[in-house]
């Protein structure tokens, strides 16, 4: 499939920039797959108004796939995404599926998500890892002749690989690819897929997003200026791909719609500024910064299980739960900052999503 086959609304939702969960995993106490509320968690982000939800993504739990369940869950969320009528209405909804594992396997994973009906692949290169250059660009390259792609710059604390400028314009020169999720948590490394975009003359064409969960808002406001030949070009991280927003998802799309009101409008919105702190003090303790990312994705689990989503925090890996002292974090953040967590939107809406 290539790009030009996305439905033209959905790619005009992806360009705009969306809100796209990461989806997580609901499980039950045997580590099974709860299929009520793995609904109910697609049903919460389209309420919430996501622009679409990314499956079987690092937040999904890469483990999905020896747990035979990267078809099963990739078909519970797309399932949803078509018959479910959100608060206000049906919209157009664009459905990432995440692509991992060499090539075979990435083929076989996006012909998967293709017939389900997914319109791009979220690709993951830690499987990768010790490849050159050009073995991840030839890889990257079958990978996008099955769809369209967006690439991941996933952090090295979590298996992701350092990726360089001239590798992104490589990537970036590749036709099938529709954007990419910039997620190093490295300043650094962030400016280098922006400057291979920009070398590549692709900017408007890739959209970009951030999964920098420890610095959501600033990625959102900053206008990005490069050169190419001389001349300035500035380009902006449009929406976000992140774990951080599979909880707390109504205010992150609120938060999405207050920096491209502060990105076209003069001046600088300090209030908005400030919310970049706030954001980061909250992640902190849900990506379980103090302990390098171990209870990132129980972090989340936490967070839904007390607004009644989730049962309980389970892994598919019994090695992967909340930190010491993870859980009381949470519990700071959560009363810091009432205006970032969506508690009551939740409640009001959670019998809907359960039924």
Same mark, same amino acid.
């Given at each position: ?111 998967? *998500?293709?017939? =389900?009906?997914?319109? !791009?692949?979220?690709? /993951?290169? $830690?499987?990768?890892?010790? +490849?050159?250059?050009? @073995? #991840? ?114 205010? *992150?799309?609120? =938060?999405?719609?207050? !920096?491209?009101?502060? /990105?076209? $409008?003069?001046?600088?919105? +300090?209030?908005?500024? @400030? #919310? ?80």
């Amino acid at each position: 499939m290539h790009r030009t086959a996305i439905p033209a609304d959905v790619l005009d939702v992806l360009r705009r920039g969306a809100v796209i969960p990461a989806h997580p995993l609901a499980l039950n106490a045997a580590r099974q797959l709860d299929r009520s509320r793995q609904r109910a968690l697609t049903r919460y982000y389209l309420d919430a108004g996501s622009g679409g939800v990314a499956v079987g993504v690092h937040t999904t739990q890469f483990a999905i796939r020896d747990a035979g369940l990267y078809q099963p869950v990739l078909e519970l969320a797309m399932n949803e995404a078509r018959d479910w009528v959100p608060l206000g209405g049906r919209r157009p909804l664009c459905m990432i599926a995440g692509l991992a594992g060499r090539t075979p396997q990435a083929q076989r994973e996006a012909q998967i *998500a293709l017939g =389900l009906g997914y319109h !791009a692949g979220l690709l /993951s290169l $830690a499987a990768l890892k010790g +490849a050159d250059e050009d @073995a #991840l660009i030839a890889h990257c390259e079958a990978v996008a002749a099955v769809m369209p792609l967006v690439g991941f710059y996933l952090q090295p604390a979590v298996g992701g690989l350092h990726l360089p400028a001239r590798f992104w314009r490589r990537f970036a020169a590749l036709d099938n690819v529709i954007a990419i999720k910039l997620a190093p948590f490295n300043r650094y490394r962030t400016l280098d897929v922006i400057r291979g975009v920009v070398e590549a003359g692709a900017e408007n064409r890739i959209t970009l997003y951030t999964g920098n969960d420890d610095h959501i808002v600033l990625d959102l406001v900053t206008p990005f200026v490069t050169r190419r030949n001389g001349v300035e070009i500035t380009v902006r991280i449009r929406g976000g791909l992140l774990g951080h927003w599979s909880v707390w998802t109504r205010r *992150a799309v609120e =938060l999405l719609a207050r !920096a491209h009101a502060a /990105s076209a $409008a003069p001046g600088i919105d +300090a209030a908005l500024l @400030a #919310l970049d702190s706030q954001v980061t003090d909250c992640n902190s303790a849900l990506f379980d910064v103090a302990h390098d990312f171990h209870g990132c994705i129980a972090g989340c689990h936490e967070v839904l299980r007390r607004q009644g989503l989730l049962e309980g925090t389970w892994c598919l890996d019994p090695a992967e739960g909340l930190s010491p002292g993870q859980a009381e974090e949470i519990t700071r953040v959560h009363d810091a900052w009432p205006a970032l967590h969506d508690d009551d939107f939740v409640r009001q809406h959670l019998q809907r999503w359960l039924a």
